[in-house]
């Protein structure tokens, strides 16, 4: 689901896709990013988390990974 905006012509698409019972896929691209996440959960507590920066700043040190800071325990 894509959507440009009527003044700026500037294009964010969404988009979050069960693949599994316990796994739910998302994605996010905008013009200047694309991001991948993959979260998997037992149906109480999210046990896995992973996210992939297709395009985008690159990460320059562990604070600024993509996510809660509890996710990098």
Do not use: N
Not at 37 to 62: F, M, N, Q, W
């Amino acid at each position: 689901m894509g959507r440009v905006s009527g003044t700026t012509g500037y294009r964010r698409r969404i988009e979050l896709v069960t693949v599994s019972p316990a796994v739910v896929q998302g994605e996010l691209e905008d013009d200047f990013h694309h991001f991948l996440v993959s979260i998997a959960h037992d149906g109480t507590k999210v046990t896995a988390v992973e996210g992939t920066a297709v395009r985008g700043r690159p990460v320059l040190t562990p604070s600024r990974r993509c996510g809660p800071s509890w996710a990098h325990r």
